[in-house]
T-cell receptor
């Protein structure tokens, strides 16, 4: 069965302390892997789509990478405003979407 | 302007009642979705509509029925509400079925007592 597992469940960082979030996936046929940001009480906000192993995408302090089994979201020198839950999702070749349960990131000033 | 909007924001109701959640998108997108997010933040797709036709129904109980009066609206009707239906429901849209980027609404928190 296709599934997505994210780790850690929660992460606390000091402002400026870089780290990575992990997304492991099992999928029958990968069409795309997505990263979303979700703030409390709001809907997910799209960040990146990755389609093939070796692909990388960057946006400000965030960088997403993809291998055949997992994706990483690297956060460089985070700021308090980066605090949010980060969701990973996959879309298989049957056009079905599967989301992970997210990593709750807290950046302390 | 809000791209994807939902009403109501909060919905509290008794078991057995019937309720509806409305969703509207002003992006001109062809495809709309309904998701359920449980207390553990697990987001699961329920339905998708493309040009007013149901494309995916992820084994959701038939108490849940999506209705799309036009391309910009996808409403969710829930009959005979159960305690387990308590969750946050999100509407989303994408340009079309082939476009992966989805835009989510703010969510509707449903509480069944």
């Amino acid at each position: 069965e296709d599934q997505v597992t994210q780790s850690p469940e929660a992460l606390r960082l000091q402002e400026g302390e870089s780290s990575s979030l992990n997304c492991s996936y099992t999928v029958s046929g990968l069409r795309g892997l997505f990263w979303y940001r979700q703030d409390p009480g709001k809907g997910p906000e799209f960040l990146f789509t990755l389609y093939s192993a070796g692909e990388e995408k960057e946006k400000e302090r965030l960088k997403a990478t993809l291998t055949k089994k997992e994706s990483f979201l690297h956060i460089t020198a985070p700021k308090p405003e980066d605090s949010a839950t980060y969701l990973c999702a996959v879309r298989n070749t049957g056009n079905q979407f599967y989301f992970g349960t997210g990593t709750s990131l807290t950046v302390i000033p | 302007d809000t791209a994807v909007s939902q009403t109501p924001k909060y919905l509290v109701t008794q078991m057995g009642n019937d309720k509806s959640i409305k969703c509207e998108q002003n992006l001109g997108h062809d495809t709309m979705y309904w998701y359920k997010q449980d207390s553990k933040k697990f987001l699961k797709i329920m339905f998708s509509y493309n040009n007013k036709e149901l494309i995916i129904n992820e084994t959701v109980p038939n108490r849940f029925s999506p209705k799309s009066p036009d391309k910009a609206h996808l409403n969710l009707h829930i009959n005979s509400l159960e305690l387990g239906d308590s969750a946050v429901y999100f509407c989303a849209s994408s340009q079309d079925l082939d476009t992966d980027t989805q835009y989510f609404g703010p969510g509707t928190r449903l509480t069944v007592l």
